[in-house]
């Protein structure tokens, strides 16, 4: 086994890499949820239609059953255990002990008057190539020959390393990107719902828009509409908010802070580690993307349960006056594409967090 001082990750190795077992703890679980951000997004547009005349009321109401809870709950359990095994899997929230061998005797009395110890150049990578269910001799990809101390960045005098100057311009970028861009995606709306066809003269709002901060109190309202179950709604409620609101906010201000901080304090680690930790939970992404499949199906979905909760009777009036009875149409609004960019951005800055800094 090659000696620490000539040590270092392989090419093939960097950052994701194509093992399918770090695509799986990356990825897959978090795409699980797709089918969640679906049926929330559905219930938004395809629920809680009342049509009011002559003192009665018509009312249209998707009701959640336990099938979706029972999923929903499972996969959030599941994306916990991919975070408890990241914590698990080392002292995440320690510096690191092990002292960098240098290849050479000045460099070996200059890390000597560090006054804290540092991790090889490579630790950082290794965080994110590493799976999960591994052991560390599995993962830990050498070449020989290589000394240690060449690393992505600059060394100066003092053995520190120094990030290059373009690696400080992407970080800088997608810094301010992942921050400017929360205040358009929270507040511009996501999407439109408009109602046509005879029917949308007994509705009293036949148009509306749903910005993202308001969308969990409009799901909220179609739950007790509906009927649905205190519990359930509070279950399904705290799995949104976490998953697309506080921790991609989390991550954020983390990602943020780790870079105020100075290289290779506590603080600094800390961060990174709590980045690392929770990195899979980051949904902002897997949500844009279904919005972009949701509201097109507005229309036939609606036509659908309206055909189905009236008994076809919408169906028999428009053939008798082909006249359509009621339409639900659903549009796409420039908040949907300020929060798809807001969470890529995110998400890369979140990884260069960790593997940079």
């Given at each position: 086994r090659p000696s620490p001082s000539r040590r270092r990750v392989a090419p093939h190795a960097e950052l994701l890499g194509f093992d399918p077992r770090v695509l799986a703890e990356y990825f897959l679980v978090r795409i699980c949820f797709l089918a969640f951000f679906l049926l929330a997004i559905l219930d938004v547009g395809t629920s809680s239609l009342a049509l009011?005349?002559?003192?009665?009321?018509?009312?249209?109401?998707?009701?959640?059953?336990?099938?979706?809870?029972?999923?929903?709950?499972?996969?959030?359990?599941?994306?916990?255990?991919?975070?408890?095994?990241?914590?698990?899997?080392?002292?995440?929230?320690?510096?690191p002990t092990t002292t960098l061998i240098a290849a050479t005797p000045s460099s070996t009395s200059q890390y000597a008057r560090q006054d804290r110890p540092r991790a090889p150049p490579d630790q950082a990578f290794r965080e994110l190539q590493r799976p999960l269910l591994t052991d560390e001799d599995d993962t830990e990809l050498v070449e020989?020959?290589?000394?240690?101390?060449?690393?992505?960045?600059?060394?100066?005098?003092?053995?520190?390393?120094?990030?290059?100057?373009?690696?400080?311009?992407?970080?800088?970028?997608?810094?301010?990107?992942?921050?400017?861009?929360?205040?358009?995606?929270?507040?511009?709306?996501?999407?439109?719902?408009?109602?046509?066809?005879?029917?949308?003269?007994?509705?009293?709002?036949?148009?509306?828009?749903?910005?993202?901060?308001?969308?969990?109190?409009?799901?909220?309202?179609?739950?007790?509409?509906?009927?649905?179950?205190?519990?359930a709604l509070l279950s399904l409620g705290v799995v949104l908010l976490l998953l697309v609101y506080i921790l991609p906010l989390v991550a954020t201000a983390s990602a943020i802070a780790a870079w105020r901080s100075p290289d290779y304090s506590k603080a600094a680690w800390f961060l990174k580690a709590v980045?690392?930790?929770?990195?899979?939970?980051?949904?902002?992404?897997i949500f844009s993307l279904s919005l972009l499949m949701a509201v097109p199906t507005f229309e036939p979905l609606g036509d659908y349960l309206l055909d189905t909760q009236t008994s076809g009777f919408c169906e028999r009036f428009e053939n008798i006056t082909d006249t359509s009875c009621l339409q639900i149409q659903g549009g796409h609004r420039i908040g949907q594409w300020f929060l798809l960019a807001q969470s890529i951005a995110l998400e890369v800055f979140v990884i260069l967090t960790v593997v940079w800094k």
């Open positions: 009011e005349n002559n003192h009665s009321e018509f009312l249209v109401t998707n009701k959640t059953r336990g099938g979706v809870i029972c999923y929903t709950l499972g996969m959030a359990c599941a994306l916990g255990v991919v975070v408890l095994l990241r914590v698990s899997s080392q002292s995440p929230f320690q510096p020989g020959g290589v000394s240690q101390t060449q690393t992505s960045g600059a060394q100066t005098g003092d053995g520190v390393s120094t990030m290059t100057y373009w690696k400080r311009i992407v970080i800088y970028e997608f810094g301010i990107l992942a921050s400017v861009l929360w205040i358009p995606a929270l507040f511009l709306p996501l999407f439109q719902i408009t109602f046509r066809g005879f029917a949308s003269s007994f509705i009293d709002e036949v148009s509306f828009e749903v910005p993202f901060y308001q969308l969990p109190t409009v799901l909220l309202l179609r739950g007790k509409a509906a009927g649905t179950d205190q519990w980045l690392r930790c929770f990195q899979p939970c980051l949904c902002g992404f």
